[in-house]
């Protein structure tokens, strides 16, 4: 029995190595919500087995010890030797003690379960790749995903269990990418089911209504030695800069056949878009370097992961951890 679980247990850990190790060199497309989930189940069910069954068992090989060397001393007692030297204590605990297959499985089993819980249903950390959300977020950012305030949902699946909060506009969303949902994207939501969002000659418009912004001073990018026009945009209860690249025209090119593409209007000025019900519609807030709706489409809610709300760290600057807009 303990060969045989030693073995089982040895092909199902390198199995996960094996994935891990394929998804670090790029061989295939990883997952790391299934794998965690996996990692739950599997320990899981090494945990209630060796609750009800493995421990049991080594606690009765324990106890049969202990009788034997009591029988043993009674025997050796009624032969007159009054003296019994030997200390069980040693063996009893080596029977009690986890093999090596427990300890890597139901022994990591309350750790991997409360990371599980922690990353699925309430927060989850982000590390922001690109600049598409510079000034907000810059590259490095190391960020916090609230996964109730949007309603608690089934890992890996993504399905809603409880609803909670409807995402508004001006919200900072992470999101399954519509054309490629293994990918999370994190944008700003600007236009909710129902809106006509237009963005014209690089000015925002909802439902007709030209979104406030004020000049501020130029954005200088250390990344790209570069500076960009700066604006405070003020959408629903919120205020936030975005940046524009002056050499960059209004038009979108490139844009995608998405679905209810036939909603959008594309001219040189720019698009404008009808948001469908059970979508949303995403921009970066650096305006003409962001790959958003504008480009492929409406995010439909199935694909909401949740709402970023904290920076908690950057190890190139340390002044960037706190909440943002």
């Known amino acids: 029995m303990q060969a045989a679980m030693s073995a089982i247990t040895a092909v199902i850990l390198a199995s996960f190595v094996a994935y ?41 090989a324990a106890q049969q010890l202990l009788k034997e060397h009591d029988r043993r001393k009674a025997a050796l007692l009624q032969q007159g030797f009054s003296d019994v030297e030997g200390d069980v204590e040693p063996a009893r605990q080596k029977l009690l003690m986890q093999p090596w297959w427990l300890d890597w499985t139901a022994g990591l089993f309350p750790v991997i379960l409360a990371v599980f819980v922690l990353r699925s249903f309430m927060f989850e950390p982000f590390k922001i790749p690109s600049g598409s959300m510079i000034p907000t977020l810059r590259v490095g950012d190391l960020i916090l995903v609230n996964k109730f305030h949007y309603g608690i949902r089934l890992p890996v ?7 909670n ?17 293994s990918l999370d994207y994190i944008k700003r939501v600007v236009g909710v089911p ?17 979104v406030p912004r004020a000049a501020q001073p130029e954005f200088f990018d250390g990344d790209s030695m570069r500076y960009s026009s700066q604006f405070r945009e003020t959408l629903g209860e919120r205020q ?41 519609f995403m921009m970066g807030d650096n ?22 709300f904290f920076v908690w760290m950057n190890f190139g600057d340390l002044g960037r951890i706190g909440s943002f807009e």
């Open 20 to 60: 891990a190790g394929a998804w670090y060199a790029g061989a295939v497309e990883g997952n790391f919500a299934l794998l965690l989930m996996l990692a739950t189940a599997v320990t899981g069910i090494y945990w209630v087995a060796e609750k009800l069954v493995f421990l049991p068992q080594r606690k009765r």
């Open 157 to 163: 699946f993504n399905t809603k269990l409880v609803a």
């Open 165 to 181: 909060n409807e995402p508004q506009r001006g919200d900072v969303m992470v999101f399954r990418y519509p054309p490629q949902p």
């Open 194 to 210: 129902g809106d006509e969002v237009a963005y014209l000659n690089k000015q925002l418009t909802i439902n007709g209504q030209p």
């Open 240 to 280: 936030y800069n975005t940046l524009n690249d002056d050499d960059r025209p209004a038009f979108v090119p490139g844009a995608s056949d998405f679905a209810h593409r036939d909603g959008c209007r594309y001219t040189v000025e720019g698009v404008v878009c009808k948001v469908p019900p059970g979508h949303y």
């Open 287 to 308: 305006r003409d370097n962001s790959l958003d709706s504008r480009y492929w489409g409406f995010v439909p809610e199935a694909n909401i992961v949740g709402k970023a």
